[in-house]
């Protein structure tokens, strides 16, 4: 596979993604954003962020940012003062007269400089401890900002957009708060470094700090201008390096595996994953050469900036416009003042690149806060008597507001301690009416109503916690089967007894049986002790969960997809056994038959209510869409030509006529 050499996309690109492999969500947005504005704008943008970053930081740990500030501003002060001492021992030292005499006049001198250098390693070693201890802290109360903030909003928020994609750039502010601690100490101590060494030599001479700015200037070019071309490429090259990730990721993912070897992919990734990587090592080669020469050009102009100051220095020593203690003294604040630049301007670029991430985490928790599930609201009756539906109609966030509606106008009841069955084709709106149902979403026109009160109104804490749930893609915890089904209720002490009669109802009982830990097996492959249960045993676990979780209403969106035949037998005479208890059981399934356990079935048909009532006299109604979807699947039932006997419905028709 021949691979163009240039920046563009790559033959293999081209051919496995049909071009660059680019991020939707812009969570690399940010990224080199240094690079892209110039130390100025990033200087002018930078102080907001860092205030986020600040509050952040004292809410983890108030006393170990003051510790950190402290300890730097210490750190900064002994070297100035350290400094000072230095250029008055030297004063003493090279004065006239008897030597132990001027060494004695250098004494205190030298006592306060070893003190200043005792106390600068003293305030590095407590800055050392403080911004180690408040790495982890911070990190942790910006993960936890984030979590509560994707966890306390309305589902719609999370099927916004833009609120998503806030959500995924917002995810990088943890680690990014962490790391800030350590690029903002570094940046603080350079800082401080430079502005004692300009402050001590603007007192000693007024040449210095011109000689001072001259060392300093090639330096700092030489960073700005490798930051900036590092993210030129970067920008261009990110995309290559995904498309080299998501090659590998796929190579080792287990669910590929079969595939991969099955149909002998293997070799066709590993070409191109080679084909992509070599343009992306051209890329580092040529990158490494610029900055080489940068490197070089950086190292001939400080050593010329060095020569001229030093030369300056003993000019002005050598003509007597300058003290020997003062230039010697310049010599080590000049020293100082450039040692710790180096980094400086790096360290700038990281933090306000970090910073970003951690504004975007503010945001977030802003945004959550307009989209929050609201707190209180009406009291949800325990036992709800009825659950109506009047004049609901919506559409999922960010659709075409002149597209046909998901929900149009549907009225319709769903009577407590019965079975309602809800049918309709796919995509006619039957998961999306019980997540209306259950206030997962608000109707945009029209009310859900619970014994009267109205879904948008209710504590929706207390209508979540009336509530049991299958989904069709219910959640497979990747925790042990135990917590799998304990998970349904969370609030209160696993209930081993409550445990077992769940699993036994829903037939989990011989699954556990057959694991190899039983109730504690892990079920997550790709971990010691992992296992992986089949589509049908898990859906039993999930069954086995909404059994555990005590609650009036009980919502299955095909419960028995994957179960064999006699277990979906078992699993209906269980969910019958539940309504004749009182448990108010709403049923999704496509498989008509099962639909003969239903008190009332409400069918829809793209968004509609199109027919109500009992199964029985749906199946009577001529040209109904109940008995239409009815008959389609008992022809499947029918035996082929020559057999014993003729055409044969399912159980349930065979009930219904
Ligand atoms: N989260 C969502 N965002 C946008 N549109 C959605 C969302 N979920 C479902 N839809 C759309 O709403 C319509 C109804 O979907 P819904 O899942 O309620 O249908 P369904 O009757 O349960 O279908 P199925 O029988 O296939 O499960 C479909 O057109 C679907 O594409």
């Not at 210095?208 to 201008?225: E, F, H, K």
């Not at 190579?251 to 991969?260: F, G, H, M, S, Y």
């Not at 975007?360 to 806060?369: G, I, K, M, N, Q």
């Not at 209710?458 to 917590?483: N, S």
Request: proline share 5%.
């Amino acid at each position: 596979m021949k691979s163009r050499p240039s920046s563009g996309t790559s033959a293999s690109e081209q051919l496995l993604f049909g071009g660059p492999l680019l991020y939707l969500n812009g969570s690399s947005t940010h990224d080199g954003a240094f690079g892209r504005l110039g130390l100025w704008s990033v200087v002018r943008t930078m102080p907001p962020l860092i205030r986020t970053t600040v509050r952040l930081a004292r809410g983890a740990d108030a006393a170990a940012v003051q510790l950190v500030a402290a300890a730097e501003l210490g750190r900064g002060v002994a070297q100035g003062v350290g400094l000072v001492a230095v250029n008055s021992a030297l004063a003493a030292v090279l004065a006239t007269g008897d030597a132990a005499e001027r060494l004695g006049h250098a004494l205190p001198s030298l006592v306060l400089v070893a003190v200043t250098a005792v106390l600068g390693a003293v305030f590095s070693a407590a800055s050392t401890y403080g911004a180690g201890r408040l790495e982890p802290k911070m990190e942790r109360a910006a993960t936890e900002q984030y979590l509560t903030a994707a966890a306390r909003v309305e589902l719609a928020a999370l099927e916004d957009d833009r609120f998503r994609r806030l959500l995924d750039t917002a995810q990088y502010g943890a680690p990014a708060a962490r790391r800030m601690v350590s690029h903002g100490t570094r940046v603080i101590t350079a800082l401080l470094s430079l502005a004692t060494a300009a402050g001590v030599l603007t007192v000693l001479h007024p040449v210095l700090l011109p000689l001072l700015a001259l060392m300093v200037i090639p330096r700092s070019w030489g960073t700005l201008v490798t930051t900036r071309r590092r993210y030129d490429s970067f920008q261009t090259w990110v995309q290559h390096t995904r498309a080299s990730r998501v090659l590998s990721t796929e190579l080792t993912a287990v669910e590929a595996a079969p595939e991969i070897r099955v149909h002998q992919v293997g070799p066709f990734l590993l070409k191109h994953f080679r084909s992509m990587s070599a343009n992306s090592e051209a890329e580092q080669t040529r990158l490494a050469t610029l900055d080489a020469r940068t490197g070089l050009w950086v190292a001939v102009w400080t050593g010329l900036a060095a020569a001229t100051t030093y030369c300056t220095l003993g000019a002005l020593a050598w003509g007597g416009a300058m003290a020997m203690s003062v230039a010697g003294t310049a010599v080590l604040a000049l020293r100082t003042g450039t040692a710790s630049l180096g980094g400086m301007v790096q360290a700038i670029n990281n933090l306000y690149d970090e910073s970003l991430f951690v504004g975007d985490l503010d945001r977030l928790r802003v945004e959550a806060d307009g989209w929050a599930i609201p707190a209180g609201g009406l009291d949800v009756p325990r036992r709800p008597h009825h659950i109506t539906f009047d004049q609901v109609t919506f559409r999922y966030p960010g659709t075409d507001a002149n597209a046909r509606p998901t929900l149009d106008d549907v009225s319709l009841g769903i009577p407590t301690g019965r079975i309602t069955a809800l049918v309709g084709e796919n995509g006619s709106g039957k998961s999306t009416l019980v997540k209306l149902l259950a206030g997962l979403y608000l109707p945009d026109t029209g009310s859900v109503r619970w014994d009267g009160i109205p879904t948008a109104q209710a504590d929706r804490e207390q209508l979540f916690g009336r509530i049991a749930m299958v989904g069709q893609d219910f959640k497979r915890w990747p925790f042990t089967a135990r917590v799998n089904v304990v998970i349904g209720d969370s609030h209160a002490p696993a209930d081993d007894r409550r445990l077992r009669e769940a699993a036994d109802q829903a037939g989990a009982a011989p699954v556990i049986q057959g694991l190899p830990r039983g109730w504690a097996t892990l079920l997550a492959l790709g971990y010691q002790g992992g296992h992986q249960l089949s589509g049908g045993q898990w859906q039993r676990l999930g069954i086995a969960r909404s059994h555990y979780r005590v609650a009036p209403i009980l919502i299955v969106d095909e419960p028995t997809a994957a179960l064999d035949a006699r277990e979906e037998q078992r699993v209906f005479d269980q969910i019958r056994e539940r309504a004749e208890g009182g448990q108010t059981v709403i049923l999704i399934t496509h498989r008509m038959a099962s639909v003969r356990h239903a008190d009332l079935v409400h069918v829809l048909d793209r968004g509609r209510l199109v027919e109500s009532g009992p199964p029985g006299e749906l199946l009577d109604l001529d040209q109904g869409h109940f008995r239409a979807l009815y008959e389609i699947q008992a022809a499947q039932f029918d035996r082929p030509a020559g057999s014993a006997t003729s055409a044969s419905p399912p159980p349930a028709a065979a009930d219904h006529r």
